[in-house]
């Protein structure tokens, strides 16, 4: 059985949710990822902004990146994974909430995250057609 922490790309790159979507858009261009953790100063994870939440939520609105920060795109409790969880735990999850980055968890703690590359890279083609299909239906 393949569990989380086998298929995740590990130590995930967080930004502050006091840090301005400037920033993130600069640290994910030069980290070449389309998403970033939002951590508070407690550490813990507490959203995720994506390229697309700064273009659609930010740019489109009119809104300025040099002010706008991390924390105010933060939209309910992030879904996450514990790094224990198997592989089928791991496609539900995305599935269920149809979304392609997922946080990987370990005592409380970001330990990780998994993105379609990353299920391409470690799991049967089969697996990850059903889930490209599944995330895509409409």
Known sequence: MTIAREIMHAGATCIEENETLEVAARRMSELDVGALPVCGPD??????????????????????????????????????????????????????????????????????MISEADLARRLPEEQVGHFVEAICAA
């Open 43 to 112: 550490d813990r994870l507490h959203g995720i902004v994506t390229d697309r939440d700064i273009v659609v939520k930010c740019l489109a609105k009119g809104k300025d990146p040099k002010s706008t920060t991390a924390g105010m795109l933060e939209q309910g409790k992030p879904i996450s994974i514990d790094a224990g969880a198997d592989t089928d735990d791991v496609l539900r999850a995305m599935e269920e909430h149809r979304i392609r980055r997922l946080p990987v968890i370990e005592n409380h703690r970001l330990v990780g």
